[in-house]
């Protein structure tokens, strides 16, 4: 079955950039969304479609992509972006939908 | 405002059934395909189904494949997932989610399989 690859942590301190990758043999042709979970909560849709950003998402979130690999990066990293994020895609067989495994961002 | 709100959950026992719920307001529902995602706890999240919005196509993680049934009442605005032969490993936090973006979730309903 289809997978996406997520790192499982990453850790910056305040101010710093997070540089979070996905990694999917599909990904060049499927869009990547991604989403923030932060603890006790419901995901919040912070990328569309690679490199959109939903409105109300700080401009300090942004996508790009790279052959197989998607990256989402959070410049100037805040305290309160301290969360799992997840990223989302379809293979190339059909409209099933996986998820990354999930990365837990820590802010120190 | 756009809002998804699931009901139906609970505990059941192994090899029962279950049918949750999902009841969308605030946007043209008819319109988006729509999904249901859970999360087992401590986990990650992982996509369980989709129905197209005209309730003309369906799919389904391997995982529910068989068990599992999406369907929508789309002049009642809800979407349900009919949930058989429940095992121990379907006990998650159930969500449903709005489009290929899942712009939209609602806030979860738990689902317990336990003797």
């Known amino acids: 079955s289809y997978e996406l690859s997520q790192p499982p942590s990453v850790s910056v301190s305040p101010g710093q950039t997070a540089t979070l990758t996905c990694s999917g043999d599909?990904?060049?042709?499927?869009?990547v969304y991604w989403y923030q979970q932060k603890s006790g909560q419901v995901p919040v849709l912070v990328i569309s479609k690679d490199t959109k950003r939903p409105p109300g998402i700080p401009e300090r979130f942004s996508g790009s992509t790279s052959g197989t690999t998607v990256t989402l990066t959070i410049s100037g990293v805040q305290a309160d972006d301290e969360a799992y994020y997840y990223c989302q895609s379809a293979d190339n067989h059909g409209p099933y939908v996986v998820f990354g495994g999930g990365t837990k961002l820590t802010v120190l | 405002q756009e809002q998804l709100v699931e009901s139906g959950g609970g505990v059941v026992q192994p090899g029962e059934s279950m049918r949750l719920s999902c009841a969308a307001s605030?946007?043209?529902?008819?319109?988006?395909?729509m999904h249901w995602v859970r999360q087992a706890p401590g986990k990650g999240l992982e996509w369980v189904a989709v129905?197209?919005?005209?309730?003309?196509?369906?799919y389904s993680a391997d995982s529910v494949k068989g068990r599992f049934t999406i369907s929508r009442d789309n002049s009642n605005n809800m979407v349900f997932l009919q949930m058989n032969s429940l095992r121990a490993d379907d006990t998650a936090l159930y969500y449903c989610?709005?489009?290929?973006?899942?712009?939209?979730w609602g806030q979860g309903i738990t689902v317990t399989v336990s003797s």
């Open positions: 129905i197209w919005h005209d309730g003309s196509y369906t």
């Open positions: 599909a990904l060049s042709k499927q869009y």
């Open positions: 605030g946007f043209t529902f008819s319109g988006h395909g």
């Open positions: 989610a709005r489009g290929d973006a899942m712009d939209v």
